[in-house]
């Protein structure tokens, strides 16, 4: 895996709460200030894609994950950005946080 500022210990919770939050064929990408070696500091900022059909179901996953994240990371500032798929248009930011981020799942 690319390297990023983050600790082993934090990438692997944040993979294995987002396993246990999201199914087997959303995946999750890291990107913003922690994908970027030459930086320094900066919040947690997570894309998820999901192929959840119910955007309340999909809303309901990224809460618990958010929540979740809080309290195995000692409640550091993270952003999550959510794109159910199959959608009709995209955010520039769903792009920029794929072709800039690192995946993690």
Do not use: C
């Amino acid at each position: 895996m690319q390297k990023v500022r983050l600790s082993d210990k934090d990438l692997e919770q944040i993979k294995l709460l987002f396993r246990q939050h999201f199914g087997e064929n959303d995946h999750l990408w890291l990107f913003g200030s922690r994908a970027d070696m030459t930086k320094r500091g900066g919040d947690i900022d997570l894309y998820v894609e999901t192929h959840e059909a119910d955007k309340h179901i999909a809303w309901d996953k990224e809460r618990y994950f958010w929540v979740a994240l809080q309290k195995n990371l000692d409640e550091q500032k993270i952003d999550i950005i959510t794109n159910i798929l199959p959608r009709k248009f995209s955010l520039p930011i769903y792009n920029e946080a794929k072709q800039t981020g690192v995946m993690l799942v």
